[in-house]
């Protein structure tokens, strides 16, 4: 049985399970990746069985049982930030019934986010980075393949879905740049530089060109790879090299070199992709503030009609 046949067995209510299967429609048609639908499908159930044992109807609770939701996770040993992630279904759900008029009030709007640490989560340094370039092995397929994969990562810090989404007709290499699809499918264009580009030709000319199939990045048969096939060679490419190594570790690498380097907000944010500037803030915050400080100086108007006289 599918998650949402699971949460529909256990709504008692009729309208509310005609709410729920609404809910996923739009779910579908924001174009959410089947495991962010699942996820949002299965913090539901969670709380529908909560409900259920105290005796409230899933579409009729009201803020009171949200609030002794979160108390009775807390008891359960759950984590503040892992909460926050329950809740947010819950206020995305709610939200959405709400702003249809299928619900007269939105129980999950007062009820407050709860106040988490801030985890520094490591990254690479540049002397790490360097040590799986050199481990890759990159005269063969799969050592080249993964060396290239590892490389267009950190250089375009795009996430592991829009790496294995990757059609051989995205990829300009001759120009640096590449269209990838982020979180609902929205497009954004994607550059990289020069050591990529060398590499990843010599990808496509000396292996990728014999495979059939449209994948820029695949298996030797020419299969789709997944993030759990990518997440392996990382691993696998991480131990040659003495480091530990992830697609998510890569990417909030990129990011947070780039911000300590002084690349502005905005820039940022449309380099990750992100919709909200608030999820670039984790990485804004990373900035050194002479060199932010430098590179808008480059950006002078002045200065740039200065050099044109």
């Not at 329950?86 to 709400?98: A, C, D, G, N, T």
């Not at 005269?139 to 996430?159: P, S």
């Not at 670039?280 to 006289?309: C, P, W």
Request: aromatic fraction near 8%; include cysteine.
């Amino acid at each position: 049985m599918d998650p949402l046949s699971l949460l529909l067995s256990e709504v008692d209510n009729k309208n509310m399970r005609d709410l729920i299967i609404d809910f996923d429609y739009h779910v579908r048609a924001q174009g959410l990746t089947d495991k962010t639908r699942q996820c949002y499908i299965e913090r539901l159930m969670r709380f529908c069985k909560y409900s259920k044992q105290k005796g409230k109807d899933f579409g009729r609770v009201d803020k009171a049982v949200i609030q002794s939701y979160v108390f009775y996770l807390q008891d359960q040993g759950v984590k503040n930030i892992s909460i926050n992630g329950y809740l947010k279904v819950l206020k995305i759900f709610y939200r959405y019934l709400h702003s249809e008029n299928l619900i007269k009030q939105n129980p999950a709007a007062a009820v407050p986010l709860l106040r988490t640490e801030r985890v520094i989560k490591p990254i690479l340094s540049e002397a790490e980075i360097h040590k799986v370039i050199s481990a890759a092995s990159k005269n063969n397929l799969l050592g080249l393949r993964n060396l290239c994969m590892f490389l267009f990562m950190y250089d375009t810090g795009c996430r592991v879905s829009e790496l294995t989404g990757l059609k051989l007709s995205d990829i300009d290499i001759e120009h640096g740049t590449g269209i990838v699809y982020g979180k609902g499918r929205r497009e954004r264009v994607i550059t990289f530089g020069l050591m990529t580009a060398k590499y990843l030709h010599r990808w496509l000319t000396k292996y990728r060109n014999g495979i059939i199939g449209e994948r820029f990045f695949c298996t030797p048969q020419g299969r789709e790879l997944d993030r759990h096939n990518v997440r392996k060679c990382m691993l696998r490419l991480g131990r040659k090299a003495g480091v530990h190594l992830s697609p998510h570790k890569i990417r909030h690498t990129a990011a947070s070199h780039r911000a300590m380097n002084g690349m502005p907000g905005f820039l940022l944010q449309r380099f990750l992709g992100h919709s909200s500037i608030q999820t670039t803030q984790q990485y804004i915050n990373l900035a050194d503030n002479d060199k932010v400080n430098e590179a808008i100086r480059h950006f002078s108007l002045l200065d740039a009609m200065g050099r044109k006289k």
